[in-house]
C-alpha cells in the first residue's frame, strides 16, 4: 500500500526535482502541444460567440487549410503566394458556408445548425482529399526548425514562433472583441438575432467576417500542425482534443481557449511521462477528456466563460 | 398657383395586409404618422399592433400594400436596411443583448454611425481608437438623460425589468431614430417606472424631436402622452383621432367592452 502511495503520489515528483532540464523539455512540449488545440479551440470560440453556431467542422476547417497549403506549394507556387491563395480559399469558403448552409437555416435551432456543420464537416473531409489526395505530406513553408539549448533544455525554433504567433493572435483577438465596431457587433449577434437585426446590423455580413476570421485561426493552426507532424487526415482527429479544451476555458472566451489549451497540454505531456508508466502509458489520449468531464460536474461554465442565467 | 400642401407625413401605410397562413394579422391596415408628434396604436390582445409595427420596422413584409417612410417606398427592405433609413425600435418582451455591459448594450445602437476599416479596428489604433471615444462621449450623454449612470457596467440580464426597458429605450436612441417605435414601453411596470418612462418619451419627443409610434395597453398613459391614436381590433384600424375623441367612440367601447347581443 505504501509503495503504491509512494509511486504515485511522490517518486514523480521526485523525478521532476532530480532532473529539471528534462522537466522543462517536458513542459515546454506540452506548452507547445497545448497552443496547437488552442488555435483549433480559438476558431470554436469565434463561431459560437458570434452565432452561437457550434461548429464542429472546425478541426477539418484546420486539415482543409492545411492541405490547400501543402497542395499548392506542391504545384511549385512561391510560399507568400500559396498563403495569400490559402487566405482567398477561406474567405470563399466563408461565402460559400454563409450561403449554402447558414442562411437556409436562419432562425432554426442550434441543434439543427449543429447537424449542418457535421455535415460540413465530412464534406470538407471527402472534399479535401478528392482535390489533394489522401496522403501524409510534409509542410514545409520555411519556418526555422532547429533546437537550440537555454539552461540545459532543447528549445525548438518552430515551437517558440508557435507560442509567438498564438500570443499576438490572441491579443488582437480579444481587443478585437472588446473595443471595436464589428467586434461588438459580432457580440451582439451572438446575443439576440432579433435584437442586432432591429439596430442595423446585417447577419449575413457578420457571420462571413466571423467564419473567414476562424478560417484564418485554421490556416495558422494547420501551418504549426503541419509544420510539427505533417498534413495528414488525423489531424481533424486531434482537433477533437480541443473539445476538451473548451469546457475547460469556457466556450465563449478567447484567453479561456488559450488557457485551457496550455493546461490540457502540459497536463497530458507531464501525466504522460510521469505517471503513464504506472498504469501502462496512454495517459495522453483520456487525460483531456477526464479533465473535461470533472469541470462539466463542477464548473460547467469553464474557467472563464458567461455564466448563463435563465429566467423563467 | 397650387394650395399649400398639408406636410408630408413622416411614415404612410397604406393598405398593408400581412398574412401568416391562413390568418390575415392585417387587413388593409392604413395609417400616417406626422412629424414630430406622438402616435399610440391601441387595441385588444391579438388586434395586430406588434404586427404593424413588425411591418413598420421590416421584420415582417406585407402580403399587399405599401409603407412609404420619408418619401421613400420601404415595403419589402430587410430590418437592417431599415434601421439604417433612421427607424429604431424597441421590443415587447426586451431584446437586450444580455452578456453584455448596458454600456456596451447602449454601444451598440451606434453601429450605424460609426465606419472604419477593419485592420485598423483590430489594431485598435489611429482613428477607430478617436471615432470609438467620439462613440462613447455621445452614449454616455444618453445614460445621463436616461438616468442610469449607476448601471452602467452591469451586465444587462442581470437588471430588473424596468430597467432593461429603459435600457432598450437607450439602445434604441443611441442610433438617433428619426422615428421611434416602442412597443408596449410600459408593459410589467410599476407605478413609479411608469412615470419615469412616460416623462422619458416626453423628453425624448420634445428635446431630439424625435417622431414616436408606441404601443401601450395602459389607456391612463396612452391618453395623458399622445397626440394621436389610432385602434386595431383583429387586423383591421376602427378608429383614429385624438385622444379625447377615441375614448368616446363607440366602436372602441364595443372592441375592448365587448358588444351586447340580446
Redesign the interface.
Known amino acids: 500500500m505504501t509503495e503504491i502511495l509512494y509511486a504515485v503520489a511522490v517518486a514523480p515528483f521526485k523525478d521532476m526535482v532530480g532532473s529539471p532540464a528534462f522537466l522543462g523539455e517536458v513542459l515546454i512540449g506540452g506548452i507547445f502541444a497545448g497552443l496547437m488545440y488552442s488555435l483549433v479551440a480559438l476558431g470554436f470560440v469565434l463561431i459560437f460567440k458570434a452565432s452561437g453556431v457550434f461548429n464542429f467542422a472546425q478541426g477539418v476547417m484546420v486539415l482543409f487549410a492545411a492541405l490547400t497549403l501543402v497542395g499548392l506549394l506542391e504545384r511549385g507556387v512561391p510560399v507568400v503566394a500559396a498563403l495569400v491563395l490559402t487566405t482567398v480559399v477561406m474567405v470563399a469558403l466563408a461565402f460559400a458556408i454563409e450561403r449554402v448552409v447558414l442562411r437556409p437555416l436562419v432562425n432554426q435551432e442550434h441543434i439543427i445548425l449543429f447537424m449542418a456543420t457535421i455535415g460540413l464537416n465530412f464534406f470538407l473531409e471527402g472534399f479535401g482529399e478528392m482535390v489533394w489526395g489522401a496522403n501524409v505530406k510534409k509542410l514545409d513553408i520555411g519556418l526555422p526548425d532547429k533546437s537550440f539549448m537555454v539552461a540545459g533544455m532543447q528549445v525548438n525554433q518552430l515551437e517558440l514562433s508557435a507560442a509567438v504567433t498564438a500570443a499576438v493572435l490572441v491579443a488582437v483577438l480579444a481587443v478585437f472583441f472588446q473595443r471595436t465596431r464589428i467586434g461588438r457587433a459580432l457580440r451582439a449577434v451572438a446575443d439576440d438575432h432579433e435584437a442586432a437585426l432591429s439596430i442595423g446590423i446585417p447577419l449575413k455580413t457578420i457571420w462571413i467576417v466571423v467564419w473567414s476570421v476562424a478560417g484564418l485561426v485554421a490556416i495558422v493552426a494547420g501551418i504549426m500542425w503541419g509544420a510539427k507532424s505533417g498534413v495528414q487526415f488525423s489531424l481533424s482527429l486531434i482537433a477533437l482534443k480541443s473539445l476538451p479544451v473548451l469546457i475547460l476555458g469556457g466556450f465563449t472566451s478567447i484567453p479561456g481557449a488559450i488557457v485551457g489549451g496550455l493546461i490540457i497540454g502540459v497536463g497530458e505531456k507531464l501525466g504522460e511521462v510521469y505517471w503513464g508508466p504506472l498504469v501502462g502509458g496512454a495517459i495522453e489520449n483520456w487525460f483531456a477528456y477526464v479533465v473535461a468531464l470533472v469541470f462539466l460536474l463542477f464548473r460547467p461554465q469553464g474557467l472563464f466563460g458567461e455564466k448563463i442565467i435563465e429566467r423563467v | 398657383m397650387s394650395q399649400p400642401e398639408a406636410p408630408a407625413p413622416l411614415l404612410r401605410v397604406e393598405n398593408v395586409s400581412v398574412r401568416f397562413g391562413a390568418l390575415l394579422a392585417l387587413n388593409r391596415v392604413s395609417l400616417e404618422i406626422q412629424r414630430g408628434e406622438i402616435c399610440a396604436i391601441i387595441g385588444p390582445n391579438g388586434a395586430g399592433k406588434t404586427t404593424l409595427l413588425n411591418a413598420i420596422?421590416?421584420?415582417y413584409h406585407p402580403y399587399e400594400g405599401r409603407i412609404v417612410f420619408d418619401g421613400t417606398d420601404r415595403t419589402n427592405l430587410?430590418?437592417?436596411d431599415v434601421?439604417?433609413l433612421g427607424i429604431?425600435?424597441t421590443?415587447q418582451n426586451v431584446?437586450?443583448?444580455?452578456?453584455?455591459s448596458v454600456l456596451?448594450n447602449i454601444?451598440?445602437?451606434r453601429?450605424?454611425k460609426?465606419r472604419?476599416s477593419?485592420l485598423l479596428?483590430?489594431?485598435?489604433w489611429g482613428p477607430?481608437r478617436r471615432?470609438?471615444l467620439e462613440h462613447r462621449a455621445f452614449v454616455e450623454r444618453i445614460i445621463d438623460f436616461l438616468e442610469i449612470q449607476a448601471i452602467r457596467k452591469t451586465a444587462a440580464?442581470?437588471l430588473p425589468y424596468g430597467l432593461q426597458k429603459r435600457v432598450e429605450l437607450a439602445?434604441?436612441l443611441a442610433?438617433e431614430p428619426t422615428l421611434l417605435l416602442l412597443d408596449e414601453p410600459m408593459a410589467g411596470m410599476n407605478v413609479e417606472e411608469k412615470e419615469d418612462m412616460c416623462r422619458f418619451v416626453l423628453d425624448v419627443n420634445q428635446e431630439f424631436g424625435t417622431t414616436i409610434a408606441l404601443i401601450e395597453h395602459d389607456m391612463g398613459v396612452v391618453m395623458d402622452i399622445s397626440d394621436r391614436v389610432a385602434v386595431l381590433d383583429y387586423g383591421i384600424k376602427i378608429a383614429e383621432g385624438p385622444p379625447e375623441q377615441v375614448r368616446k367612440d363607440q366602436t372602441v367601447l364595443d372592441a375592448y367592452l365587448g358588444v351586447s347581443h340580446d
Open positions: 420596422s421590416g421584420f430587410s430590418p437592417p434601421a439604417a429604431a425600435r421590443f431584446a437586450l443583448f444580455k452578456g453584455m456596451d454601444m451598440t445602437g453601429l450605424l460609426m472604419g477593419f479596428e483590430a489594431l485598435y477607430a471615432q470609438e440580464g442581470r439602445r434604441a442610433a
